[in-house]
């Protein structure tokens, strides 16, 4: 995946005084041979500065990890810790870079380290949480946060996809071209919490894009992208005389996106696709946006901003290909009842169809064929919309997702674990039959009640938890979730 940071976390031991500085230069050795043994080497780097009750060392081992390239930290809690200077270096780590830190504590591994050799980093653990706290430093700390070097191990290795999420929201632009369409106020994006978050927004003109695309008008490169389609899309390449023009347009947009990154690093792309795109450009922009999106550089529809934020956010915490839906349709009852009923363990308000025209990306489609918009057909000339990606969407475990800035600058989010079931959808678009438990009830009590819009992220895999601790690291001050339990705002009589 491009445009994705990779992340090296440093992992630097503490030591109160009046315990054995061995005994955290010890484990620390262990926690790293355990997380190289697992899962290779190249994501962690072990800092040989131990913090033994000392200001000066916490900047020593700030300056180590700094100099080793390291864009995460994990403060390793070998014994008990001393507070004060652990935290001192959490927090100048987050002044110096702006990058995540994590707390994790070692745990006695038998029982002949108890009678002299106890590191009580359990207690530690309250401490240091305690001195994070007063100084306003926002860490990730695992749900159970002590643990054997294996167990660490783990911890760390899940705290990567969630730093890589928030190194990348720190190098983020978000790159719209708009405005969004009329009677589209579920695409308003207040940008407040984008900079909050470190996020910069460059919000540019159809007119601009249309420029552009016009000056790329016989670009050498056309044939090769042309090429590059025809492989990708095989038997699916049902209108190849649309491919040039799509061409065009990807060279478009990936030169505006390497001309525009300024400062930021990494490039999300919230684009316009109606009602003036199909007849100035001459086609729909689905294909070339899934395209994108499956490289690692979302492209959400509508000049969704939010949508696209979303999206890049669950790419670096999947590492893979995403989409953007709309929660669209019931399934009718004679399809959930020849389908699903008896087959899968999902009630008539578990499911629902999830739809976009044609911007997810050809590998997670079944059978994905370029076709023309038929929405927009109704009332276009149908030469001007073709380049949508057609099919279902292949089945299997999804994560459906977002965050959203509302009117007023509250940040919610929600996450909801479900799949799509290998149910055909008889329909047209990039569409699945989703299946989420309890989803009707999350509909109405989370969608519904949080004011969210029809718009959702989608991430090919369970990533609940990775994702949830992204929302809650950055300041969601609300997270929604399908749940069996009644919800706060539901009628406990109905």
Same mark, same amino acid.
């Given at each position: 995946m491009e445009n994705i940071p990779h992340i090296k976390a440093g992992i630097v031991a503490v030591s109160r005084d009046c315990f054995p500085q061995s005994l955290s230069e010890n484990r620390r050795a262990a926690l790293v041979a355990a997380y190289e043994k697992k899962y290779g080497a190249g994501d962690v780097y072990e800092c040989p500065v131990c913090i033994v009750e000392s200001e000066a060392q916490a900047m020593q081992a700030l300056d180590d990890v700094v100099a080793a390239g390291c864009n995460a930290l994990c403060v390793y809690l070998g014994n008990f810790g001393p507070e004060i200077s652990e935290t001192l270096l959490a927090q100048k780590w987050q002044e110096?870079?702006?990058?995540? @830190?994590? +707390?994790?504590?070692?745990? *006695?591994?038998?029982?002949g380290v108890l009678k002299d050799d106890r590191g009580d980093a359990f207690c530690g653990m309250l401490n240091a949480s305690y001195n994070l706290k007063l100084r306003g430093v926002k860490a990730y700390i695992p749900e159970?946060?002590? =643990?054997?070097a294996e167990e660490c191990a783990s911890m760390i290795h899940e705290f990567i996809p969630v730093a890589r999420a928030l190194v990348g929201l720190k190098d983020l632009k978000i790159i719209s071209f708009g405005p969004r369409p009329q009677n589209f106020m579920a695409c308003n994006a207040p940008i407040k919490q984008l900079y909050d978050m470190g996020v910069e927004i460059e919000e540019n003109s159809e007119l601009d894009l249309y420029e552009s695309f016009l000056k790329h008008e016989g670009d050498e490169r /056309?044939? *090769?992208? @042309?090429?590059?389609?025809?492989? *990708? %899309?095989g038997e699916g390449n049902a209108i190849p005389g649309i491919l040039p023009a799509l061409a065009q347009y990807e060279l478009t947009? %990936?030169? !505006? @996106?390497? &001309?525009? #990154?300024?400062?930021?690093?990494?490039?999300?792309?919230?684009?316009?696709? !109606?009602?003036?795109?199909?007849?100035?450009?001459? +086609?729909?922009?689905?294909?070339?946006?899934? #395209? %994108? $999106?499956?490289?690692?550089?979302?492209?959400?529809? *509508?000049?969704d901003i939010y949508g696209a934020l979303s999206e890049y956010i669950g790419a670096c915490v999947?590492?893979?290909?995403?989409?953007?839906?709309? /929660?669209?349709?019931?399934?009718?009852?004679?399809?959930?009842? =020849?389908? /699903?009923? &008896? #087959?899968?363990?999902?009630?008539? $308000?578990?499911?629902?169809?999830?739809?976009?025209?044609?911007?997810?990306?050809?590998?997670?489609?079944?059978?994905?064929?370029? #076709?023309n918009?038929? /929405?927009?057909?109704?009332? %276009?000339?149908?030469?001007?919309? +073709?380049? $949508?990606?057609?099919?279902d969407i292949a089945a299997g475990d999804i994560t459906f997702y977002r965050l959203q800035s509302t009117a007023d600058n509250h940040l919610y989010a929600y996450v909801a674990q479900g799949e799509v079931l290998p149910v055909p959808t008889r329909s047209f678009g990039s569409i699945g039959v989703f299946a989420i438990e309890e989803m009707g009830r999350f509909y109405r009590h989370v969608l519904i009640e949080n004011g969210f819009p029809h718009h959702g992220a989608v991430a090919f895999g369970h990533y609940g938890k990775a994702l949830f601790e992204v929302f809650k690291y950055i300041g969601a001050e609300k997270i929604g979730y399908n749940q069996k339990e009644r919800y706060a705002t539901e009628n406990p009589f109905a």
């Open positions: 110096r870079t702006g990058y995540p @830190v994590m +707390f994790v504590a070692a745990a *006695e591994e038998d029982a159970y946060p002590a =643990g054997t /056309i044939p *090769e992208v @042309v090429a590059d389609m025809a492989s *990708e %899309l947009l %990936l030169d !505006w @996106v390497n &001309g525009h #990154r300024g400062s930021k690093k990494y490039v999300a792309i919230a684009g316009k696709c !109606w009602p003036a795109f199909q007849t100035m450009f001459g +086609f729909v922009p689905c294909y070339v946006n899934s #395209r %994108l $999106t499956g490289r690692g550089i979302p492209v959400s529809c *509508e000049v999947s590492g893979g290909a995403v989409t953007l839906l709309d /929660i669209n349709n019931t399934v009718p009852a004679d399809i959930y009842g =020849g389908d /699903i009923a &008896g #087959r899968y363990p999902y009630k008539p $308000t578990d499911v629902f169809m999830g739809f976009h025209c044609g911007n997810t990306c050809s590998q997670k489609l079944c059978h994905p064929q370029m #076709r918009q038929k /929405i927009m057909a109704r009332s %276009l000339p149908e030469e001007v919309t +073709f380049g $949508t990606l057609e099919g």
